[in-house]
């Protein structure tokens, strides 16, 4: 289980890397939509670590 705690926890680092530029490269456009994927950006940069620390409280929860 280690290996895929491991490969998850990977998964979200370039997630939210990912989430970084995009919210970096959305701040410098001039589009109708850069305003929207702006705030979707900053708002996945906070719920996706929530929602990954959640899945370890419940895979921690049901191993017991």
């Not at 939210?16 to 994927?37: E, K, N, R």
């Not at 990954?52 to 921690?60: Q, W």
Request: charged letters at 15%; proline letters at 3%.
């Amino acid at each position: 289980m280690k290996k895929a705690k491991r490969i998850l926890a990977l998964l979200g680092a370039l997630l939210l890397l990912g989430l970084y530029v995009l919210t970096f490269v959305t701040a410098l456009l001039d589009s109708p939509q850069a305003g929207d994927w702006f705030k979707a950006s900053i708002a996945c940069t906070f719920f996706i670590p929530v929602f990954l620390y959640a899945c370890i409280l419940v895979y921690r929860w049901l191993k017991k």
